[in-house]
Structure formats: C-alpha cells, structure tokens
C-alpha cells in the first residue's frame, strides 16, 4: 500500500496553517493547534468531545456525531490510527462550521474560514395543528415577509447560512426552498391549501414562520364613535345645529339597537365631552375590538357656502385622492385643533408605513363602507354619494376594519332639518346597523 504524505493548507483568521495529511487524514491534535478548541477524550465509551463555539460528540469508526442535541452524519468517520484521532480532510468544512459557528469551505484542496455563520439551522415541527419552522439564528437579523394564501416568501437580510444545510416540508408547509443571494437569504414556503393564517415573528435566538388552521373570527365589540363634543361642536348648520349633537344622538341610537342584537358595544363619548383623536383609537385598540363605526355630518366647506351638496358618504382609511375628499379630511381632522398639548400633526411618512401594515383591515374596512353606504342610503332614502377614502386620524387602528360614515350635510338646510329629527336620526342608526349586519355575514362566511 502507498501512503501519501502530503500536507493540508488551511486559511484561517487571516493566517495560514499547513498540517500533515496522510491518505485525507489529519491529526485532531494538529487541528486543535490552528483553530484552538478544547478536546476531551473518553477512553471508556470512546467519545471524543470537542469544543469552541459549539460541543462535538464523535466516535471514531462511526459515521455519525452530535452537534448541540443534533445529529449529523459525515462522508467518512473518525478513525483511531496508532493512538491518533483522524478526521477525514472532507469533512473538516462541516466540522469546523458547526464547531466555530463560522463558515468553513473547501476550495483548490485549501480549507479557509469564511464569513460568520449566522444562520444555524431550521427545524420544520408539526404540533397540534400548527407547523412551526423555526430558523435559528445568531444576531439580530433583519427579516421581510410577504405572501398570500399558499405562497410566502420571507428574505433575512445579512444572513449567512450553515453551509450544506437541509430543509424537510412537514405539516402546512408542503415546498420549502432556501436561496442565497448577495446579502440576503431567501425562504419560499409553499403552504397546504390557501385558508391558513401565517404569523412570522422573532423569538428569542430564532425567526418563527408559522402556519395553523385559520382561527374562526366572531365580530363582537362594536366601538362606535361620536364625532366631536365638548369644544369641538364640529360643522354648524345653517339654523345653528350643532354636528356634536347629532353624531351623539345617533351614536346613542345605533348602541341601543346593536345592544339588543347582542353585541358588546363601546362608545368613544355618551355625552357633551371633548376627546383627542388619539384618545379615541386607544380606546378601541385597547378594548381589542372588531369593528370601529366613527359617525359625523357633512359639510360644504365656510368659503363656499352658496354650494348645496347632500346625501351619504361612507369612509375608510388611505390615501385621500379627490380634492372633495381632501377638504372632508381637513375638516374632520381638524379637531386636532382643540387638543392644546398633541398639534403637531402625524409626519406623512409614518402614516405610510402605518397604511403598509394594516393592508388587511383596509380591505375590509372597504367592504364595511361599502356594506354601510348601500344600506344607510336604502334605509333613509338619503342621496348616495358613494364611498370614499381620506386619511382621518380617528381610523388610524391598529387591529380593526374601521369607517367614518358622514350620516348627511348638516350645511344644507333641508338635510339640517331632517337631522334634527328624532325620527329620521332612529332610521339612519337603523341603516347603519343593517350595513354592519350585512357585512358581518359576508364577513363570517369568508372565515
Ligand atoms: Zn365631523
């Protein structure tokens, strides 16, 4: 038998290193000189422990070894040769990553260190209806998700993964592909079916993406709201009719009658009081409820008063794009006005980022508008302006579809009339209570 004596170059913090090799063999010994790991040997069970970053458990002759609680398996095993422990040179990549939580490779016979690993393994769990994949990582990573029904797809910014690293579907996720790029890794998650909810959330020492049966979703707590009151007495009609008065009217009216259809309800005011915006949305948020029902009266803008306009406007938050929804924005937000401590208003830019998140509940508070507007407009015979979007402090919510129905315009005298009726403010909380019932059961069907 020929022995070849050659030598194995290794590149490592900048150094480099030359151990002698026999057949693809090195000495752990000359190992454990170039990367400085602490090595236990166990004569009895012939357990060879080392360790740097992470703890190795090997036995020479068996292919296999632990790594953390993990359990790998080499191309070629540790051998015992005349009282030397040997690893075999191609699996020193693999070793080393795992040992120095560094990236090690092999190129042109010459094994160098490489970028920090940072990404340290995935494990894809299956557990009461949930499947859990759980990318452990070192750092804070960046990460970035985006999906819809079964495809998702989640980038770690900065990541660099344990080379040779392997990804098995299990449970909801049925493909899962992992993709180096420049800077980043990218994740593509193929789920099974399209009704599942996804969360994706950082844990401690991992990213979680997590698939389970969409949780049935039961619209309870109504928030209605208001509008104005207090200082704040909102438009003024032309026979002195106040728009405070008015929303809480029809507040108190449309409480009543979802009271009794069994909802739980929560009123922004019940009587003659000012409150900020802000306060308004904490409200809600904090009360964790389904729906958030802001109510107001229209009104032409003072310069312009000789024009008469009417009828019903429904309205859901995002970006206003008519100058006629411009102008109702500016009105109702307006009330910042009154609040002497909180004027500065919310910078463009983070309500983008606010519109980004919450793409969700825009489309649903879409279809409450839409739901509310058709039934308002059919139940009081009221002008149907159609429904609207502007950017209201008041809809700013974070875990609600929410909407601000403008009920008619208290600037034009026979509408001012007709809301200073008892009777006619009972139809129009009537009309809204159907829009919301209606779109509860679209709402329902879909979850
Ligand atoms: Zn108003």
């Not at 015992?80 to 939580?101: A, D, F």
């Not at 006619?424 to 329902?444: C, D, L, Q, S």
């Amino acid at each position: 038998m020929v022995t070849l004596l050659l030598s194995l170059v290794i590149i490592y913090q900048g150094e480099r290193y030359e151990i002698p090799e026999v057949s693809g063999y090195v000495n752990v010994a000359d190992l454990q000189e170039v990367i400085g790991f602490s090595t236990r040997w166990d004569r009895e069970k012939k357990f060879l422990y080392i360790k740097k970053n992470m703890e190795l458990k090997l036995m020479p002759d068996n292919t296999f070894f632990e790594a953390g609680k993990e359990v790998y398996q080499l191309s070629k095993p540790m051998k015992l040769i005349e009282g030397k422990l040997m690893l075999h040179r191609e699996t020193l990549p693999e070793l080393l990553s795992l040992l120095t939580g560094e990236e090690f490779f092999e190129k042109g016979g010459t094994i160098y260190a490489g970028r920090n690993v940072n990404v340290l393994g995935v494990d894809i769990e299956e557990k009461k209806g949930v499947t859990k994949v759980k990318i452990k990582i070192k750092g804070n990573l960046r990460f970035y998700y985006e999906g819809k029904d079964t495809l998702w797809k989640l980038t770690i910014f900065d990541a660099v993964p344990t080379p040779g690293m392997v990804l098995i579907p299990k449970g909801f996720v049925k493909k899962v592909k992992m993709e180096e790029k420049e800077n980043y890794i990218l994740f593509t998650f193929v789920i099974k079916d399209g009704n599942k909810d996804v969360d994706v959330r950082k844990d401690k020492d991992a990213i979680i993406f997590e698939v389970k049966e969409r949780e049935k979703r039961e619209i309870k707590t109504i928030v209605i709201d208001a509008g104005h009151g207090g200082k704040d007495p909102g438009a003024i009609g032309p026979s002195g009719l106040k728009e405070k008065y008015v929303t809480l009217d029809v507040a108190k009216k449309l409480a009543a009658i979802l009271k009794r259809k069994g909802f739980n309800i929560i009123m922004t005011r019940t009587d003659d009081t000012f409150i900020p915006l802000k306060e308004r949305t904490r409200i809600a948020d904090e009360a964790r409820a389904d729906l958030f029902i802001s109510i107001h009266c229209n009104a032409v803008p003072k310069r312009k008063k000789k024009e008469v306009k009417k009828g019903v406007e429904v309205y859901f938050l995002s970006a206003a794009k008519t100058d006629w929804e411009r102008a109702v924005e500016a009105r109702e937000n307006s009330s910042i006005e009154f609040e002497k401590t909180n004027s500065v208003p919310v910078p463009e830019l983070e309500y983008i980022l606010w519109d980004l998140a919450q793409n969700i509940f825009l489309e649903e508070s879409s279809e409450l508008a839409i739901a509310i507007q058709e039934e308002l407009c059919k139940t009081t015979g009221l002008y149907n302006r159609g429904v609207k979007q502007a950017n209201f402090y008041v809809l700013r919510l974070n875990y609600m579809p929410a909407v601000l129905v403008e009920i008619g315009f208290i600037s034009n005298p026979h509408e001012a009339k007709l809301l200073k009726s008892s009777s006619f403010r009972e139809k129009i909380a009537e009309g809204i209570a159907r829009g919301i019932e209606r779109f509860i059961r679209e709402y329902e069907k879909k979850y």
